[in-house]
């Protein structure tokens, strides 16, 4: 099971797929991902999910949570039972009970620390396979229509950055593998993306060098700046 906030939301398997709909119930999903199993109490799903929260937000969080439980027991029945109400001295609170394994972007976090360590052991062989898997788990941009507040938007951006970082140490793995004209698209694509990311540049230089091409690389060390 694989609860999805990268791009798509929502929960699937190995071979199905089924996204969560409504803006509240989609923010509610990627604030427990982002929290990772840690118990979010009704105030911070408040101020999560709204600037100016709206004057009944308090007193239908319950209904907002029964909605999104409903929701991933229509997709997947065995869901449902991820979705816990935790109870205590401070009151209640609701998380999610799923292992960094099951959650797409705690993966995407954990594919890119395990590639980055194999590249800085020499070992860009061994790097290669998570970074593919990294890449691969993005669907686009994370919060899409979903509700948020400006300080749950600004944690959104930080997996903008871990993307693209996938991708260079991707880049950096198989120029070391001995890879370059096959690369120089890819790089150009990071680039279109951010051209202010100078990591990208230099994979750019090493890859034009690799391929003989040294009108390229003087071009790519000398390029304004946008």
């Known amino acids: 099971m694989l609860f ?3 791009g798509r939301v929502g929960v699937g398997t190995g071979t199905t797929e089924h996204e969560v709909r409504g ?9 427990l991902v982002l929290e990772e199993g840690r118990p979010v109490t009704p105030a911070r799903l408040i101020s999560s999910l709204w ?18 439980r409903r929701q991933l027991t229509a997709c997947l029945p065995e869901a449902a039972d991820r979705l816990v109400t935790v109870s205590g001295p401070n009151g209640t609170a609701y998380r999610l009970a ?13 594919l890119i620390e395990h590639g980055t ?13 998570p970074l593919e898997r990294a890449v691969a788990l993005w669907g686009g941009p994370i919060g899409r229509d979903c509700a948020a507040s400006t300080e749950l938007r600004e944690r959104f951006g ?19 593998l001995g890879g370059n004209t096959e690369l120089v698209p890819e790089i150009h694509a ?3 993306r951010d051209p202010m990311r100078e990591s990208a540049w230099g994979l750019l ?14 071009a790519a060390h000398t390029r304004p700046i946008p």
Request: glycine share 8%; charged share 30%; net charge negative.
């Open 190 to 192: 990071i680039l279109a």
């Open 4 to 6: 999805r906030v990268l």
């Open 51 to 68: 600037d100016d929260p709206p004057e009944a937000a308090r007193r239908n969080v319950a209904s907002h949570v029964a909605e999104l």
């Open 98 to 110: 799923a292992g960094p394994d099951e959650l797409d972007a705690a993966s995407l976090r954990d």
């Open 23 to 31: 803006p509240v119930a989609r923010g509610l999903l990627t604030l």
């Open 205 to 218: 230089v090493r890859a034009l060098r690799g391929r003989g091409e040294a009108a390229g690389t003087f």
């Open 117 to 129: 360590a194999a590249l800085s052991a020499g070992a860009a062989g061994d790097a290669v396979e």
């Open 158 to 176: 930080a997996f903008d950055d871990l993307y693209a970082t996938a991708r260079e140490r991707l880049v950096e793995a198989r120029l070391a």
